[in-house]
């Protein structure tokens, strides 16, 4: 044992400066002899109002630095370490889901903050992820299409980092499976981080080795010189604190919930105007600009403004049925569905297949055919515009979008669809009775397809695009937001 240790060391200091290009870039093993040792080591832990509501409330702000007494795994002595606890954000009942073989550290999150922001991964030195996920612009790059290396356009609009740690897939046709699985893909990318030349990742590997500095955090937290490994975990660390919640409808849901404890009348837990009135009035006396703004004039007749917001989330879980996939704290199922965006005259655009085209051989599902994956909806008042092709500028054209059930096309979800009407059709087509002419769009087996009109009045809209807004979050903590933090 003694002797293994020796030898670690002398290797530890023998190859620290002399990495060879020959060096795997995807992953080494680390040397634990290189490592922040144990007792200096500090972790980072979601603490949720459910799981401990007692910590929760007592803890300060978001980031917040603690003394933890824990084993030292490898002496057996008590050491007091320092330890960073999360506060999770107001309507996110549990923190995002950490892979064991990427455990939270403050080493690694500042690792990973810097390589987020740090253009050295593009080939150039022209783009990071930042460029396109920009704190300032609601992690989005609040543009259609993405300009990437080059002045490159890419074909998709750069959804919101916000919360992307709780997505059980990532990219528009979920093609990848985790933060570290997507933070891959970037540097390849010729649209995005990458001018073609070589070997994408041995390219960006060997610059950040030619960083000394680099070299030496790389070291610190994984026990080895940069490797492709380390870097998507680094920065897959970091995203998981991109945290947003307590937005005016988490303050309202918890008011509802407090209100009908209170009152203690066995009354069904449903949010009222009262509810949201009552968190504006308290916003406005904040001077809580962050929360109030989405909503401009408006927000400047709280009483008003919650009987709208209560008219907009009945539409939202009712009328309206958003939340068939818009569903839980997030605002998503996860799943993915064809609403017919890009479609010109029933026809998807070509080479557009979303889901079906990223499942892998052997595994595809004919019913995801241009289904694209349902977004999160906080946040929205920083990400415009909205879909995956960023057709839809505004809000008010995202539901008239919806209002009119989607773009008709053979593979448009049953749930966007009118099935009792295409029913009908269909029977009277088969009794040879007259048939609606305005249906043009059929599967290839024959069946009409009938988009679902929604039939929402102008106010009907206008509420519930205001509903939206009210999950417009408090911003990310500058402790993360902000590059010089
Ligand atoms: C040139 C612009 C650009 C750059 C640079 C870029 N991205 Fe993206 N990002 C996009 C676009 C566009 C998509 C959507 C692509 C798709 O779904 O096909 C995306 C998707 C994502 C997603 C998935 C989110 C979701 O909800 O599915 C995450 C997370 C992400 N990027 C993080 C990063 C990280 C980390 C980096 C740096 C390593 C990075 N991006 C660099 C434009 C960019
Ligand atoms: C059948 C499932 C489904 C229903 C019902 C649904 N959505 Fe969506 N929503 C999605 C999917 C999938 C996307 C992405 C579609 C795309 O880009 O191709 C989306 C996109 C959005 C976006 C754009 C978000 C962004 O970041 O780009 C908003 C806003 C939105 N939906 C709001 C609503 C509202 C409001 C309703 C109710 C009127 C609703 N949705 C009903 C599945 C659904």
């Not at 979601?46 to 980031?63: D, E, G, I």
């Not at 995202?398 to 295409?422: C, F, I, S």
Request: charged content about 25%; glycine content about 8%; overall charge neutral.
């Amino acid at each position: 044992m003694l002797r293994l240790w020796f030898c670690a060391l002398i290797t530890a200091s023998g190859v620290s400066h002399s990495l060879r290009a020959a060096e795997p870039i995807d992953a080494l093993i680390p040397n634990e002899a290189k490592k922040i040792p144990f007792a200096k080591d500090t972790p980072i832990t979601f603490v949720t109002r459910n799981s401990n509501s007692q910590v929760w409330a007592a803890l300060p702000k978001y980031w917040n630095e603690a003394t933890q007494e824990v084993v030292d795994p490898v002496s057996g002595a008590k050491v007091a370490r320092k330890a960073v606890l999360i506060k999770v954000p107001l309507g996110l009942s549990s923190g995002p889901a950490v892979p064991p073989e990427n455990p939270m550290t403050l080493a690694k999150w500042a690792l990973g903050k810097k390589l987020y922001f740090d253009k050295i991964i593009s080939s150039d030195a022209t783009v990071s992820c930042a460029t396109c996920h920009d704190p300032a612009k609601g992690y989005t790059d609040q543009s259609r299409f993405s300009t990437g290396i080059g002045g490159n356009i890419g074909g998709a609009n750069a959804p919101t980092v916000l919360n992307s740690a709780y997505n059980r897939f990532q990219f528009w046709d979920g093609r990848a499976a985790s933060l570290e699985d997507q933070s891959q893909g970037p540097p390849t990318n010729p649209k995005e981080m990458f001018d073609g030349k070589g070997d994408a990742w041995a390219a960006v590997v060997a610059r950040l080795r030619a960083k000394p500095e680099y070299v030496k955090e790389f070291e610190a937290v994984f026990g080895h010189a940069p490797t492709r490994d380390a870097v998507a975990k680094a920065i897959a660390t970091y995203e998981r604190t991109v945290l947003v919640g307590n937005s005016i409808y988490d303050r309202a849901e918890a008011a509802m919930k407090k209100r009908v404890a209170d009152d203690d009348t066995g009354e069904k837990p449903e949010l009222k105007a009262v509810d949201f009135t009552a968190v504006l009035k308290d916003a406005i006396a904040k001077n809580d600009t962050a929360a109030l703004q989405p909503f401009g004039d408006a927000a400047k007749d709280a009483d008003a403004l919650g009987k709208r917001l209560v008219s907009g989330r009945n539409l939202f879980f009712g009328k309206a049925s958003c939340t068939n996939c818009h569903v839980g704290e997030n605002f998503t199922d996860g799943l993915f569905h064809n609403l017919g965006v890009g479609t010109k005259d029933g026809q998807l655009p070509a080479g557009d297949l979303g889901r079906f085209g990223s499942l892998p051989t052997g595994h595809k599902d004919p019913a995801l055919v241009g289904s694209f994956k349902t977004p999160g909806l906080r946040g929205l008042a920083s990400t415009a515009p909205y879909m995956h092709d960023g057709s839809e500028a505004t809000l008010e054209a995202v539901v008239d979008y919806y209002d009119k059930g989607g773009n008709a096309n053979p593979h448009l979800a049953e749930k966007m669809r009118d099935t009792a009407a295409e029913a009908a059709y269909a029977k009277a087509r088969a009794a040879g009775q007259p048939v609606d002419p305005n249906v043009k769009v059929f599967t290839s087996g024959g069946w009409p397809i009938i988009p679902f009109q929604l039939k929402l009045t102008k106010d009907e809209k206008a509420d519930l695009v205001l509903f939206m807004l009210s999950l417009q979050s408090d911003p990310v903590d500058p402790i993360v937001a902000d590059p010089a933090k």
